[in-house]
């Protein structure tokens, strides 16, 4: 989970950074672009607000659980609730290409902005094992790590602590 020590000390994926529009004005609040490929994390550096949820992880949690219960038209005024507070233009673009969106891609645009809202927080490998468990792939020092799409390694094992104590 992110804490307040990791600033500064993390090299963001372009692939990541990419899903930031240059509209959103988390760019320049979370990341510190360099050049196209060293992109440095600004987001942390202080406990000083430090909390459990917070208000953009509730508007997305409301989005996302009306979208699932067929209420798209919640789901969209969720989502366009939080984009109005985070993009240049208060979310007017944004706004304009939700209302366009069918159900399917407003699921997904929910979801990449859970993704750009939550950033280093410790949410993203809980939605994706909650949601698709995609296959991920990426190569440390040149050695390749893969994660298959559905692997068994998306579930996490009950601690055998806990399963002693509640046989």
């Known amino acids: 989970?992110?804490?307040?020590?990791?600033?500064?000390?993390?090299?963001?994926?372009?692939n990541f950074f990419a899903i930031y529009?240059?509209?959103?004005?988390?760019?320049?609040?979370?990341?510190?672009?360099?050049s196209a490929s060293n992109i440095l994390l600004l987001k942390g550096?202080?406990?000083?607000?430090?909390?459990?949820?917070?208000v953009g992880e509730m508007?997305?949690?409301s989005a996302e659980s009306a979208w699932h219960l067929g209420n798209y038209t919640h789901a969209a005024d969720r989502l366009l609730q939080l984009q109005?507070?985070?993009?240049a233009d208060?979310?007017?673009?944004?706004?304009?290409?939700?209302?366009?969106?069918?159900?399917?891609?407003?699921?997904?645009?929910?979801m990449n902005e859970r993704a750009r809202e939550l950033a280093?927080?410790?949410?993203?490998w809980f939605d994706l094992r909650r949601t698709t468990r995609p296959?991920?792939?990426?190569?440390?020092?040149?050695?390749?790590f893969i994660l298959e799409e559905n692997d068994p390694r998306y579930t996490i094992r009950i601690p055998s602590e806990a399963i002693t104590a509640n046989p």
């Open 135 to 144: 296959r991920i792939e990426r190569s440390f020092k040149g050695e390749t």
């Open 1 to 14: 989970v992110m804490t307040a020590q990791y600033t500064r000390a993390l090299k963001v994926d372009r």
């Open 59 to 61: 508007l997305l949690n």
């Open 90 to 110: 208060n979310g007017a673009a944004k706004e304009a290409a939700v209302a366009d969106m069918q159900p399917d891609q407003l699921l997904q645009e929910i």
């Open 84 to 87: 109005r507070k985070r993009y």
């Open 21 to 34: 529009e240059n509209s959103d004005l988390r760019r320049k609040a979370y990341f510190n672009r360099i």
């Open 45 to 54: 550096g202080s406990n000083t607000y430090s909390c459990s949820l917070r």
């Open 120 to 124: 280093f927080e410790g949410h993203r």
